[in-house]
């Protein structure tokens, strides 16, 4: 499979800003996913995103809240914006090869 | 729709003795079915799969699940626990096609007692 790296590993941010989170893959891969893991739970899917189109948001998810870029086929960018406490959880890029998804080490998000 | 059920949220096992853990999946179509661990502040790693081929299917560090249909289950298991072994394991369910969207269940948290 592919490797994924994400940036930033964690962040600390305030109250109403916003987060720009970066998935790199290092080879050429179609699908990408974004997905949150709140504290204590499972993984939720917030968008797949495809090189070229617009990202495919899951219900209760929003592109204004959640903005996504994927400029090309190894790169894909997450923001998540106006951030509240709500918004504190692990963000995590995954793409698919095959019939198999592999995921990033994720993002560790707290909003105070 | 696909589901995912895992049962209770902890399992505590002392080293050396066997690890379970269940999972009952919920599928329409035939299933693919997946563990994966997540180690203390780590991302998803693949525990392995079962994609339609054999039903018994073995994976990294000893692990192995067996895809029973009658029972639509997917249990995980390890002869032997190790204290490496303490992470978070989800089960997950997809299908074929390249629309389809995996589906996690709650995960279950295993703690291994020296």
């Known amino acids: 499979s592919a490797v994924i790296s994400q940036k930033p590993s964690r962040d600390i941010c305030q109250r109403g800003t916003s987060l720009t989170i970066q998935c790199q893959v290092d080879?050429?891969?179609?699908?990408m996913f974004w997905y949150r893991q709140q504290p204590g739970q499972s993984l939720t899917l917030i968008a797949t995103?495809?090189?070229?189109?617009?990202?495919?948001?899951e219900s209760g998810f929003v592109i204004d809240k959640f903005p996504i870029s994927r400029p090309n086929l190894t790169f894909s960018t997450l923001t998540v914006s106006n951030m509240s406490p709500e918004d504190s959880s692990i963000y995590l890029c995954?793409?698919?090869?095959?019939?198999?998804?592999?995921f990033g080490p994720g993002t560790r998000l707290t909003v105070l | 729709a696909q589901s995912v059920t895992q049962l209770g949220s902890h399992v505590s096992v002392s080293e050396g003795a066997l690890v379970l853990l269940r999972c009952n999946y919920s599928?329409?179509?035939?299933?693919?079915l997946f563990w994966y661990v997540q180690y203390p502040n780590q991302g998803l790693q693949l525990l392995l799969k079962?994609?339609?081929?054999?039903?018994l299917v073995k994976g990294i560090n000893g692990f192995e699940a067996e895809f029973k249909k009658s029972e639509t289950s997917f249990h995980l298991t390890k002869p032997s626990a190790h204290m490496s072994d303490a992470a978070e394991y989800f089960c997950?369910?997809?299908?074929?096609?390249?629309?389809?969207?995996?589906?996690f269940g709650k995960g279950i948290t295993l703690s291994v007692r020296p």
């Open positions: 599928s329409s179509v035939p299933p693919y």
């Open positions: 080879s050429q891969v179609t699908m």
């Open positions: 997950a369910v997809s299908s074929a096609g390249a629309n389809s969207k995996l589906t």
């Open positions: 995954s793409h698919r090869r095959g019939d198999t998804q592999y």
């Open positions: 079962y994609t339609s081929a054999a039903t």
């Open positions: 995103a495809n090189q070229g189109s617009e990202a495919t948001y």
